[in-house]
Nanobody, 119 residues
Framework: QVQLVESGGGLVQAGGSLSLSCAAS????????MAWFRQAPGKEREFVAQITWWSGITAYADSVKGRFTVSRDSAKSTLHLQMSSLKPEDTDVYYC????????????WGQGTQVTVAS
């Protein structure tokens, strides 16, 4: 059974930094890609960053490019998101996602972790 568990959320001042982690279990050897999304109440889920598991190729939303860095630890089956220069508009619930395919909607999702950036 696949499980994705996020951690590292919290409250930070604007301009500060925060690091999120996502521990994956089950079928981890077959991941093609993993990603971070975020969602505020009443809004659609928004793509943040993605990494292709074996190649390490990354992609970012324009809104976070240059401020956020996505990485993975293959040995520990863990996905990371290093966030810096945080802004109040980065306040959201952040979700980890994983899939064995290279395209389409992500199949597996974590439960989310709250990030709050105070102005």
């Amino acid at each position: 059974q696949v499980q994705l568990v996020e951690s590292g959320g919290g409250l930070v001042q604007a301009g500060g930094s925060l690091s999120l982690s996502c521990a994956a279990s089950g079928r981890t050897g077959s991941w093609y890609r993993m990603a971070w999304f975020r969602q505020a109440p009443g809004k659609e889920r928004e793509f943040v960053a993605q990494i292709t598991w074996w190649s390490g190729i990354t992609a970012y939303a324009d809104s976070v490019k240059g401020r956020f860095t996505v990485s993975r630890d293959s040995a520990k089956s863990t996905l990371h998101l290093q966030m810096s220069s945080l802004k109040p508009e980065d306040t959201d619930v952040y979700y980890c996602a994983a899939d064995q395919r290279s395209y389409g909607e992500y199949t597996y999702w974590g439960q989310g972790t709250q990030v709050t950036v105070a102005s």
